[in-house]
């Protein structure tokens, strides 16, 4: 499942969740609220499912989720656990 909402200079970010497990629902919903309330339409948002596609989550090397990978801007990362922390989670993607 993806977000589109890319423009120029946008953030492209995927995440792996496990089904709808509790950790992926909140990281699911904690960075669509991130991602609305600080890049607006200048992002991208993939979601893939880590049961439903594993060999997607291996050739990325997840071996847990929730994980976030933000692959544009560089440099790359990856953050794992619910996003809860919207002020850590910011800084990490490199909102100003």
């Known amino acids: 499942m993806a977000t589109r909402r890319a423009g120029q200079g946008s953030l492209s970010l995927r995440l792996y969740v496990a089904g709808n497990a509790p950790n ?13 309330g600080h890049f607006a339409e200048h992002y991208t948002l993939e979601v893939v499912d880590m049961l439903a596609d594993p060999r997607r989550a291996l050739a990325d090397a997840i071996i847990v989720t929730p994980t976030l990978l933000k692959l544009e801007p560089e440099p790359a990362l990856r953050v794992i656990g619910d996003l809860g922390n919207t002020a850590e ?8």
């Open 24 to 36: 992926s629902a909140r990281a699911h919903a904690n960075i669509r609220a991130i991602c609305e």
């Open 89 to 96: 989670v910011l800084l990490l993607l490199g909102a100003k």
